[in-house]
């Protein structure tokens, strides 16, 4: 069994390789043009035994009229009338999983074909843990790469939820990575819905902070897919509040007391937040 992805790769055993269900869920708004190459990407895993859940969220720019043109039984599309926020949007298309393992992908991200195959393997390895993460690439809407193998600093291997937690609490940013970087047991996803906490930046991080706090995390590495980045994109658009909203998700979760945090720990929470803030901002600009 394989259990890396690209640039960390193991041969796949091909005698005894369980094949347990995986639900791959896709929230989309106007995802045109992306979308076609991410909905290509997903139909492209080598992994024998998933389904892709779409949920479009009113589109407007042609999004639903292409997803009716796809025509293949592993892919299942609900259309919505009426347009609801994106956290609200991503935990819709999260309830439709019902696989063992999900996923979650925007419309504008691409996985490897490996990427399912690779983290379903590990994590049967690691039965105890409730999600894997892995590296990925930073793109823009050319597809020119601008970080590559990015993510999961300072992580590797089996780790507890408390450790991640403060990780990134200390990083001053989401080490984890976007969605298509991790791979969930469903029934833990499922139990810490809906996706999104104070604010739309740390719909993520918020999220995964309730899935693995008490509970381990596989961090691997190799490349597993490419996120998106463009100056017109969701992710761009709230840049501009990451670090209020990242301080206010910091105070909300020290607050609970679980996490061991000291002096240091605050001063560098608040230096690599605003060192990275100030990042960010550099490289959307050469989106």
């Not at 609900?78 to 994106?86: E, F």
């Not at 596989?218 to 761009?236: D, E, H, K, N, Y």
Request: hydrophobic share 40%; glycine share 8%; proline share 5%.
């Amino acid at each position: 069994m394989f259990i890396g992805l690209r640039n960390g790769r193991r041969k796949l055993d091909s005698i005894t390789f369980p094949k347990p269900p995986v639900s791959v869920v896709m929230p989309v708004y106007n995802g045109l043009p992306f979308v076609v190459e991410t909905v290509t990407s997903l139909l492209s895993q080598d992994y024998p035994n998933f389904s892709i859940f779409i949920v479009d969220n009113g589109s407007t720019d042609g999004t639903a009229d292409w997803l009716k043109s796809v025509s293949d039984p592993r892919v299942e599309v609900t259309y919505r009338r009426n347009t609801q926020s994106a956290a609200s949007n991503w935990s819709q298309a999260t309830e439709q999983a019902t696989g063992v393992f999900t996923k979650l992908v925007c419309a504008d991200d691409l996985l490897e074909p490996n990427s399912l195959a690779a983290q379903v393997s590990a994590m049967l390895d690691e039965p105890g843990v409730v999600m894997a993460a892995s590296r990925r690439n930073v793109i823009n809407t050319d597809g020119r790469i601008l970080k590559r193998n990015y993510g999961l600093t300072g992580l590797d291997g089996v780790v507890t939820g408390t450790h991640v937690i403060r990780t990134c609490l200390r990083a001053g940013t989401n080490l984890l990575g976007e969605p298509l970087c991790v791979l969930f047991k469903t029934s833990a996803l499922k139990a810490a819905m809906p996706w999104g906490g104070s604010s739309g930046y740390l719909t993520d991080l918020a999220t995964y902070s309730r899935v693995i706090l008490g509970e381990k995390v596989l961090c691997l590495p190799g490349t597993i897919g490419s996120f998106r980045v463009s100056r017109g994109s969701w992710t761009a658009r709230i840049q501009q509040q990451q670090e209020k909203d990242f301080r206010q998700w910091r105070e909300e979760v020290l607050s609970e007391n679980q996490i061991p945090w000291t002096r240091q720990d605050a001063w560098l929470s608040s230096f690599n937040l605003r060192l990275r803030t100030r990042a960010r901002h550099w490289y959307l600009r050469r989106a």
